[in-house]
């Protein structure tokens, strides 16, 4: 942590250094003493120590400058540090601007020049403000400041990116926080661009993108080698699950994820149904654990990096990113997951990020304590979210298509039991209204038709899920809705996929093309579990392991 900061100010460079050197043989071994020659100067450096959050105990200035005054310069400096204290260096003449200027910017003291000797006339005052200050006040966050507002997308994703990561991060709400609106004022010139990511050695970022955030914080991002044995792409469990096997049998391996490790289960703030965890484990807990498991073992993990395609070249497969770089290797997993859908109705894309959420969005949940809070769907994820938001939320009801709820009995009853929690069955969202943020929805009762308006400050969605496989949409077969295929789901009439190559039938998990390997929600037949993404993560590694042998 630095030394909190004392500035003094005077343009009389004689007088400046004397001040300073005072201040320092008193204060410098627990004080950082600045001495600048002009208000705008100072105004200007406080801007980096804001930046940079550093703490400002103590403005000494002196009143009489001549493009700003000290009342001037303090009018401005205290908006930024409201907590420092304020003492005006005066000439006799000044003494009534120094007396008007208690009010005005709640001056602590004024002291006449000259100061000497500093043991009678200058340190017992400023002793007692130091003294005062440190009791009041609240140090500065040492980490990483995100400042935008709550209703808005990009602050929303860095926010869930960093929480995500397990990486910690003190959040600046704007729209609350004067000196926050103000800093952010400060850096964007013009537009205002949100959020703005402040870290601690005094760099920012205005509304970075995830791949620009990962590689400031210190994530990896591109792949080490060109050509790895393994490539996974998805660290949800099932690409978790497989990198740590190929790991631990010496294989290089390397995983692609296009936003956070952990996939869905890492958004999960409880599972309980995970076998060896008999009262729960969070999606968090289980993704750190994943994760420093399969790195203990050598294997690579990018992050912020979207595999875009995959392409066949002689023997090797080769995933294209995002970002246009390629790997290639000779075995793939596709791991990809599945993602939820989104609300098709006029309003729900702007709204996205300001009210309206998918999936947990766990990083929102404590900004609506006390309010009115829905969910959208009847499964074990929007049960699950249910049950979490009702630890802030006042009430949460939860919208459900069918007649009831279709997830786990322990999650049914746990949402029985909750009396924050109300059901509504038979009830379809039909519309969501607001401005800049969500404000109401619209909802109708499937048996009796009925309409209902409801005010809303947030809305979780959690209606049924996508497979997100479309990176190998013109590559490996997959079914009408986008599952894809493997092992004997391939085979038609005791046949192997048109195309196949080889003599052996498809391995388990193995797709209508050879070497490139399936597992999880991604895959046809999956049944939406941790433990079966687990479990086909691995097994998917003992028939990569099969494959490569073979070449
Ligand atoms: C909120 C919630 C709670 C749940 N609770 C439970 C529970 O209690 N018990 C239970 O058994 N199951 C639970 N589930 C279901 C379970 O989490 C999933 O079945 C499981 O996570 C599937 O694992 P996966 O590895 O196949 O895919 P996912 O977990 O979906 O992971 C896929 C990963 O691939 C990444 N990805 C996708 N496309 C690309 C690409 N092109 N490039 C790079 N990366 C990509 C995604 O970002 C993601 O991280 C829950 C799900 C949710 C959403």
Redesign the pocket.
């Known amino acids: 942590m630095p030394k909190p900061v004392i500035f003094t100010i005077d343009d009389d460079a004689s007088v400046l250094n004397t001040v300073a050197r005072d201040l320092r043989a008193r204060y410098g071994q627990n004080y950082r003493v600045l001495p600048i020659d002009s208000g705008k100067a100072a105004l200007d450096y406080l801007t980096k120590l804001q930046e940079r959050n550093e703490a400002v105990a103590l403005f000494l200035v002196d009143q009489r400058m001549p493009e700003m005054n000290g009342v001037e310069f303090l009018e401005k400096a205290i908006r930024a540090y409201p907590q420092a204290k304020r003492v005006l260096l005066t000439a006799y003449a000044d003494t009534q601007a120094a007396i008007d200027s208690i009010n005005e910017v709640g001056l602590d003291y004024y002291l006449m020049k000259p100061w000497h000797p500093p043991e009678e006339r200058l340190y017992p005052v400023l002793d007692e403000l130091l003294e005062d200050w440190k009791v009041h006040v609240r140090l500065p966050y040492e980490g990483i400041r995100v400042a935008g507002t709550l209703w808005s997308l990009p602050s929303h994703q860095v926010k869930d990116f960093l929480t995500r990561h397990q990486i910690p991060y003190q959040w600046l709400d704007i729209e609350k926080d004067s000196n926050a609106r103000h800093l952010v004022e400060t850096i964007s010139s013009g537009e205002t661009k949100l959020p703005v990511v402040f870290f601690p050695e005094g760099k920012t970022l205005l509304q970075p993108d995830l791949k620009e955030l990962a590689e400031r914080v210190g994530l990896q991002t591109r792949a080490a080698l060109p050509f790895y044995d393994i490539v996974i792409?998805?660290?949800?469990?099932?690409?978790l699950a497989s990198a740590v096997y190929a790991g631990s049998e010496g294989y290089r391996c390397l995983v692609?994820?296009?936003?956070a490790?952990?996939?869905?289960?890492g958004?999960?703030p409880k599972?309980?149904?995970?076998l060896g965890f008999p009262t729960g484990i969070s999606g968090d807990d289980l993704t750190r654990r994943a994760v420093s498991q399969a790195k203990r073992f050598g294997v690579e993990i990018l992050s912020a990096?979207?595999?875009?395609r995959v392409f066949i070249k002689d023997m090797y497969r080769i995933v294209q990113l995002a970002d246009g770089a390629e790997v290639s290797c000779h075995a793939l997993l596709i791991?990809?997951?599945?993602s939820f859908h989104m609300l098709k109705m006029p309003g729900a894309a702007e709204l996205t990020g300001a009210g309206i959420y998918y999936?947990?969005a766990y990083t929102e949940a404590m900004y609506y304590k006390d309010q009115d809070v829905f969910v959208a769907g009847g499964a074990?994820?929007a049960a699950?979210?249910a049950i979490y938001l009702s630890q802030f939320a006042r009430k949460v009801r939860v919208l459900i298509r069918g007649p009831q709820p279709t997830a786990s009995k322990y999650l049914v009853d746990a949402l029985e039991q909750n009396p924050k929690i109300e059901l509504m069955c038979n009830t379809d969202l039909v519309e969501v209204r607001g401005k800049n943020t969500l404000e109401q929805i619209v909802v109708r009762n499937t048996a009796t038709k009925e309409m209902q308006v409801f005010d809303a400050s947030a809305m979780f969605v959690?209606i049924g899920v996508r497979p997100?496989s479309q990176?190998v949409a013109d590559l490996v077969k997959r079914s009408d809705k986008a599952y894809i295929y493997t092992g004997a789901d391939l085979i038609v009439d005791k046949k192997p996929p048109p195309g196949w190559t080889l003599e052996r039938d498809p391995f388990l998990l193995e797709t209508s093309v050879p070497g490139i390997f399936a597992?999880?929600?991604?895959r046809f037949g999956t049944s939406?579990?941790?433990?079966?993404?687990v479990g086909e993560?691995a097994i998917a590694f003992a028939f990569m392991k099969e494959y490569l042998k073979a070449l």
Do not use: C, M, W
Request: net charge negative; glycine share 20%; charged share 15%.
């Open positions: 792409v998805g660290s949800g469990p099932a690409g692609i994820e296009k936003a490790p952990g996939g869905q289960a958004s999960s599972i309980e149904n995970y990096q979207e595999a875009k791991a990809t997951g599945a999936g947990a074990n994820s699950q979210g959690f997100q990176l597992a999880g929600d991604v939406h579990r941790v433990a079966s993404a993560g």
